[in-house]
Nanobody, 127 residues
């Protein structure tokens, strides 16, 4: 059973930064498109950013474009999400997910296309 583990969440003030990371012991991130997703209380899970295995293309949700940066370290088999200029509306549980093969473009931000999820890490932004 592949286990994806996220870390780096926490409580920060608006305008601050956080860096999230995820890794997995039995899943090669460079062989899969990977993404970060989030779910706020009472809301559906949504895609935040993805990193495609096909040409290392990155896709961002409009709400985070210019503030968040997704990256992958093949040597460490980690996926990171650098989050800057955080806003209270960024408060959510953040999940790392492995995306099904063959999915590309903005479809990589669709939670329905994820076949393996981490347990999540909580991000809380105070105003």
């Amino acid at each position: 059973q592949v286990q994806i583990v996220e870390s780096g969440g926490g409580l920060v003030q608006a305008g601050g930064s956080l860096n999230l990371s995820c890794t997995a012991s039995e899943l090669r991130f460079d062989r899969h498109s990977m993404g970060w997703f989030r779910q706020a209380p009472g809301k559906d899970r949504e895609g935040v950013a993805s990193f495609s295995r096909y040409g290392a293309i990155t896709i961002y949700a409009d709400s985070v474009k210019g503030r968040f940066t997704i990256s992958r370290d093949n040597a460490k088999n980690t996926l990171s999400l650098q989050m800057n200029s955080l806003k209270p509306e960024d408060t959510a549980m953040y999940y790392c997910g492995a995306i099904r093969p063959g999915i590309a473009g903005r479809e990589t931000l669709a939670p329905a296309n994820v076949f393996n999820w981490g347990q999540g890490t909580q991000v809380t932004i105070s105003s």
